[in-house]
C-alpha cells in the first residue's frame, strides 16, 4: 500500500471485518491481494471504501464490505470449483484463487475480461479462468460447481441454478427489484431445492441478458 489515505481505509476495512466476523483467512486473501492495483489509478485512495466505485463499460465494482461479507459465507476450501457471474476488474476472483481450486469467471464485457485476465498475469494467478459470456443461466456445461457467487441482482429466486451446484454447494446472489435494495441471499443445495439465509442488504445492478457487441 503507497499512500496513508488506502493504509487508513484498510485499516477501517480490518475493524469492519472484525464487527461483522468475517474469518480471518479471508481478511487474509483480501491483505494479499492489493485491490488498488484492481480498480482505475484515481481511485487509489478509495480502494477500501465500503461503496461501490465505476470502473470500465459503465460498470461498478461492490464495494469492499459487499465482497467480503459474500465471500466469507461462502465457506471456500482448497479443492472448491468455483463459478463467479460479474469479473468485474476481476478482483474478488484473485481474492478467490487464494481460497479455494478453481475459479472460473464470466463478464458481458470483452474489456473487463481482457483487463482482468491481464492482472491475473501480472500477479501469477493461474487458477482463474476469465470468458466473455452470458452468465444469466450460469455455466450447466461445465457444472456441477462446489459454490457460486454472483454479482448482479435477479429479480427472483435464482433456481435455474440449482443443477449447477454439487450436492451440499453454496451460491450467494443478490434477490430483489432492479429499483430498490436487494436482500444478499446465501443458498444452499439440499436434495432438489435451496434453503435460503439472508445475510444482507446489497443494491446492485440487475442481470442484463446477453454479451456486449461493442465493448
Not at 8 to 17: K, S, T, V
Not at 35 to 62: D, K, Q, T, V
Not at 151 to 180: V, Y
Request: proline share 4%; glycine share 10%.
Amino acid at each position: 500500500m503507497t499512500s496513508r489515505a488506502e493504509r487508513e481505509g484498510f485499516a477501517a476495512f480490518i475493524l469492519r471485518c472484525r464487527g461483522a466476523g468475517i474469518s480471518r483467512e479471508v481478511v487474509a486473501a483480501f491483505e494479499a491481494t492489493p485491490r488498488s492495483a484492481f480498480l482505475p489509478g484515481h481511485l487509489l485512495n478509495e480502494s477500501w471504501s465500503e461503496g461501490m466505485l465505476p470502473i470500465a463499460c459503465g460498470e461498478a465494482i461492490e464495494g469492499v464490505d459487499t465482497q467480503a461479507l459474500a465471500i466469507s459465507s461462502l465457506a471456500f476450501e482448497p479443492g472448491h470449483r468455483v463459478l463467479e457471474i460479474g469479473t468485474g476488474t476481476g478482483y474478488s476472483a484473485a481474492v478467490i484463487s487464494r481460497l479455494a481450486g478453481r475459479v472460473v469467471t464470466l463478464d458481458r464485457y470483452r474489456t473487463l475480461v481482457d483487463q482482468a485476465k491481464l492482472r491475473f498475469e501480472q500477479f501469477g494467478i493461474t487458477n482463474v479462468v476469465a470468458r466473455q459470456a452470458d452468465g444469466s443461466n450460469g455455466l450447466a456445461s461445465e457444472g456441477p460447481f462446489d459454490r457460486i457467487v454472483v454479482w448482479t441482482a435477479f429479480d427472483s429466486h435464482p433456481r435455474m441454478f440449482l443443477d449447477q451446484l454439487s450436492s451440499g454447494g453454496l451460491m450467494t446472489a443478490p434477490i430483489g427489484p432492479a429499483e430498490e435494495k436487494q436482500v444478499l441471499a446465501r443458498l444452499t443445495k439440499v436434495g432438489s431445492r435451496f434453503d435460503r439465509e439472508d445475510i444482507g442488504a446489497v443494491r446492485l445492478q440487475p442481470f442484463i441478458k446477453g454479451v456486449a457487441v461493442k465493448l
